[in-house]
C-alpha cells in the first residue's frame, strides 16, 4: 500500500461544443496528444509524477448506449499501466457526445453512470477517478453564460444542467463502486470567492458566495442554504430531484479536490455584475472555507501561470500556490496531494474556449513542441525535495492507494473484498448516512 503524497499533472481533455454545437474543441487535439501520448507519458515520468489526471476523449469513445470505441483508452491505460503510473480518470470534462446533446438532456445521469461502470469494468485496475470535472464550471459556462454546448443563458437552463450534471456524477460514483469497492473520488471542483465592490454590493456578492458552493453541496448530501433552497426549487428542481442528494451521501470515499487560479476571485458591483479581483485572499484562505464546510481530505487539483516576458512568473506562483498547501496543512486540514495543470500549454483558454483561433497559452510544465518550460524543472525539484518529507510528516491519514501494479497482489485484492462487504454491511451504510453536517 503505497502511503506518499500526491503530486500529480495533468493532460488537458476538454471538449465542449461551441457555435451552436457546430464545432467540438477537443483540446487533445489541439495540444497534439493523440499524435505524441507515449512521448506525454515519458515526460510524466521525466518530471517523476506518479499520478496523473487523464481521461479518454468521450466523444469518440462513448459512440451510443452501450456502444464504445476503446481503441485509444485500451493503447494508452495499457500504456499507464506498464509505466506504473496512477491515473485520476477524468471522464466527462466539458462535453458530452453529439448523439447525447447536452447538459439540457434529462437523459444524461443515468446514461453516463452506464458509461462510467463500464469503464470501470474494462479497466478494474483503475483506482482513482473524477467522473466529472468541474461540475459547477461546467454547468455555468454551458447554461448560465452560454459559452458552451447547450449556449444558454438563463437560471432555469443552469439548474438543469447542474442537477443532471451533479446527478451524474453521484451515479457514477455509485455504479464505478459496483465494479471497484475500494474507489477513491476525487472531485476537482473550481474554488471560487466573490468580493463585495461597495456596501449595496454586499447581497449580491452573498447569493453568489451560496451559489459556489451548490454543485458540491448537492454531491455530498448537504443540506443547501434556504436561499438556495428556493432558488433551485423556483428554477425546475423539484422536492423529489433535490432529496435525490440527501439519499445519496457518498463523501466517505471522496477526497474534495479544488481548483484555484488567479481568476477565481472577483469583484462585485452593486447591479451584480463582477469583473476579476485577482488573487486577495488566495488558495490557503478559499480552501479553509470549502474544508470548513466539507470536512474532508483535500487536494489541490488544478493551478497554472502564463510564463510571462521575464521567464519566471509561472515559477513564482508555483511558489506561492506550494506555499499556500504548507500552510494549509500546517493549519490542520489533511491536503493529500498537488497537481499543476497541464503537463504541455494549452489553447485558446484566454477565450474559455469560446473561439477557436488556434492561440497557444504557455501555461504548461513543458510547451507544445514538448521542450521543458522554466516551471517543469522547478516542479520536478519540488517533487525531489518534498517527496519523503510529507508523507514522513503526515499526522494520521494514510489513503489506501493501489498503484497499478500491485492491483493483482493478495493484499489489494483482500482490501477490494473488504471493501465489499463493508459496502453491504446495513450498520456500515446507516452510519455513513448519518455523517453530521458542519455548519
Request: proline residues 5%; glycine residues 6%; aromatic residues 12%.
Amino acid at each position: 500500500m503505497d502511503a506518499q503524497f500526491l503530486f500529480a499533472t495533468g493532460i488537458e481533455n476538454s471538449n465542449p461544443t461551441i457555435q451552436n454545437g457546430r464545432l467540438r474543441v477537443d483540446e487533445m487535439e489541439k495540444c497534439k496528444h493523440y499524435q505524441f501520448w507515449q512521448k506525454d507519458f515519458d515526460l510524466v515520468q521525466e518530471l517523476g509524477i506518479r499520478f496523473l489526471r487523464y481521461g479518454p476523449p468521450i466523444h469518440t469513445t462513448w459512440l451510443g448506449v452501450g456502444k464504445y470505441d476503446w481503441s485509444f483508452a485500451d493503447a494508452t491505460f495499457q500504456d499507464l499501466k506498464r509505466r506504473n503510473i496512477m491515473p485520476i480518470v477524468d471522464l466527462c470534462h466539458f462535453g458530452v457526445p453529439d448523439w447525447l446533446g447536452n447538459f439540457q438532456n434529462l437523459d444524461f445521469a443515468k446514461l453516463f453512470g452506464d458509461y462510467c461502470h463500464d469503464f470501470a469494468a474494462r479497466y478494474p485496475w483503475v483506482q482513482l477517478y473524477t467522473p466529472v470535472n468541474e461540475m459547477y464550471i461546467c454547468a455555468e459556462f454551458s447554461a448560465l453564460y452560454g459559452w458552451w454546448n447547450e449556449q444558454l443563458a438563463d437560471d432555469r437552463s443552469f439548474v438543469t444542467a447542474l442537477k443532471n450534471i451533479v446527478k451524474g456524477n453521484v451515479l457514477a460514483m455509485q455504479r464505478i463502486l459496483e465494479v471497484r469497492a475500494d474507489a477513491l473520488f476525487i472531485q476537482s471542483e473550481s474554488s471560487e470567492y466573490f468580493h463585495a465592490e461597495n456596501p449595496a454590493a454586499i447581497k449580491p456578492a452573498e447569493l453568489m458566495n451560496s451559489k459556489r458552493f451548490l454543485s458540491l453541496d448537492l454531491n455530498y448530501g448537504r443540506r443547501v442554504d434556504s436561499e438556495m433552497y428556493e432558488y433551485l426549487l423556483d428554477n425546475g428542481m423539484t422536492r423529489d430531484e433535490y432529496h435525490f442528494f440527501l439519499g445519496n451521501n457518498l463523501k466517505h470515499q471522496c477526497i474534495m479536490g479544488n481548483d484555484y487560479y488567479r481568476t477565481n476571485e472577483h469583484r462585485v458591483g452593486a447591479d451584480g455584475s463582477t469583473t476579476a479581483s485577482g488573487e486577495v485572499f488566495g488558495y490557503h484562505v478559499i480552501t479553509t472555507q470549502y474544508h470548513d464546510r466539507y470536512q474532508l481530505p483535500v487536494m489541490h487539483t488544478e493551478t497554472n501561470l502564463w510564463q510571462g516576458p521575464k521567464g519566471d512568473e509561472a515559477v513564482n506562483w508555483l511558489w506561492k500556490e506550494w506555499a499556500n498547501v504548507l500552510r494549509v496543512r500546517n493549519d490542520g486540514v489533511p491536503i493529500v496531494g498537488f497537481t499543476w495543470y497541464s503537463l504541455t500549454d494549452q489553447v485558446d483558454w484566454d477565450t474559455a474556449l469560446r473561439e477557436n483561433h488556434g492561440t497557444v497559452n504557455p501555461l504548461g510544465l513543458y510547451d507544445l513542441d514538448r521542450n521543458v518550460r522554466p516551471v517543469g524543472t522547478a516542479y520536478k525539484q519540488l517533487i525531489e525535495d518534498w517527496r519523503q518529507v510529507l508523507p514522513a510528516q503526515s499526522a494520521c491519514l494514510q489513503i489506501p492507494l493501489v498503484m497499478p501494479h500491485e492491483a493483482d497482489e493478495p493484499w489489494a485484492l483482500q482490501q477490494r473484498e473488504r471493501a465489499r462487504r463493508t459496502r453491504r454491511d446495513p450498520d456500515t451504510k446507516a452510519m455513513n448516512a448519518a455523517q453530521p453536517e458542519i455548519h
